[in-house]
C-alpha cells in the first residue's frame, strides 16, 4: 500500500509492513526504498527478546520498526546517518499508525563509523544495548563486474572496510552477553567473519532466491563475550521453484509471524 | 565390502569405493577409516578435470583415488605424513583392483607444514599443480565441549592454525589458474576463508546431514590468482526427512557419479 504524499524528486510514500503491523514514510525515488533486507535483519532478533536495541544503518526505520512490531519489549533506537532518511524515520514515529510503537523508539541522527570519544559523544554509549542490528549499505556498483577495474576495487575495499568498522562499533555498545545480527552479501563473509571475532555462538542463515540458486544475502547472528562457535543453518528459501510468490517460511518472516533462527 | 586382512591392533581391511570403482586398504581400527569427507572432497574436482592433483592429508588415498576414479585424465600425488597412513596408501596404489588407476597415481612421505626450501626439498615444488584438495585432520576433541575449558581452547586453536598452514601449502603449490578445494566443519569457516585470501572464484557449499539440520561439514573451492569473489551455494542434504537413506544427489556424489559444483 503506497500513498504518495508529494510530488516531484522529493516526494516520499506512506507504506504499510506486517501487513499494517507499521508503516513508514519513505522517499519516492526507488533506490532508497527499504524492502526484504531489512525485514530479513529484523528477523534475527528473538521473538522474546526484551530490553534495549539499536538498529545501525536505519534508514527510514524499517528494522527497528520490525523488530518493536514483532517484539513488544522492545525498546528501540534507530540511527541514522543521511540526513533526509533520519528525517524519514522521525516522519516514520510520527505517523499515527504507529502510535503503538512510538513511545518505545528513537531517532539518532549520526555516523556509525565514529570511534570512541566522538561515538560516546555522539550518543552511542559503551555496552548500553542488549541487542544491535545492522544493515550496513553497500554500494550497488561493486555488485556487478565493472569495466574499470580499479574502481570496481575501491568500491569493495569501501564496502569491506565499512563492514568491519561498523561491526567494531556494534562491538563497544553491546551488552556481555547482548546480540550482534548483520545482513551481508556472500561476498563479504570473510570480513563478517573477522569483524565477529569477539563474538560466540555464531549462527549464519543464507537467503536463497530460489532453492537452486546461489544466496543472495546472509543473516548473521551472535552473542557478545561468549565461547567461539559458528553454525551454519539451513538456508531460506524466498520462492518456491516456478512461481514468484515467497515461500510459506519466507512470507511468515516477512510479516513478523516468524523469527530467522526460530527463537 | 570389507576383508579382514590381519587380526589384532595392526590388522587391515580392503574396502570397496564407487561401487567397486577402487579399493582402499586401510587400518581396521575405526578412528583412521575413510568415508563421506574424503569423498564429498574429491567431488570437489569438475569431472572434466585433466592434470596434476594433489592431495594434501591423503590418509588410505581415499580423496585422491575418487578423483582418478571419476577423472580419466587426472595425475594425482597423494601427500600422507602418518607412516602407517602411507603405508596403506601404497599397498592402495599395490592392489590388482585399482591397476587401472596406479599408473597415474603415486604416494609422497611428507609433512604439508613444511615450508619454503623444506617443502621443496620434501618433493612439492612451487606451482606444479593444477588442483589441490585438503582434507585436514581435526582434533575430535575440539567437537564437542570439555569440561577443560583450557584444554579444548588448546585443540581449537591447534586445528585453526593447521587449516591455515595447510592453505598456505596450497597457495604455494598450485599454478596460477588452478583450483583448491577444502572439506571443514562450519566452525572453521574464518579459517578457511581468511586463508582462502589469494584465491578467486570461492564456492562454498555447507554439507547438512539432513535438511532441517545445521551443517556438519562446507566444502570450499577457490581458483589461485584470479579475482575475489564468493558465492554460497545450495547445500547438500546427506538423508532424507525420515530415512538414513542417503539423497539420490548424495549417492551420486558417494559414488562418483556426479560432482558438487556441478562442473
Redesign the interface.
Known sequence: MTDAAGAGEHSFTTDAFHRGGFFLVQPAKKGHRAGTDALLLAAAVPSGFSGRLVDLGAGAGAAGLAVAARCSNAEVLLVENAPEMAECARASLALPQNAHLSARCAVLEADVRLADAARRKAGLADFAYDFTILNPPFNPASDRPSPDALRRHAH?MEDETLIQDWLKTAGWITKPGGGVAIIAR??S??QV??G??DFGAIR?R?V?PR?????IR?VARGIAGV?????????LILHAEGSNRFTPEAEAIGEGRASLFGD
Chains 1, 2 share one sequence.
Do not use: E, K, N, T
Open positions: 569493495v556472500p561476498q563473509l570473510p567473519l573477522s565477529f571475532g549464519i543464507p536463497h532453492a537452486d540458486r546461489p544466496a546472509f565461547a567461539r562457535d559458528i553454525q551454519l543453518m539451513p538456508p
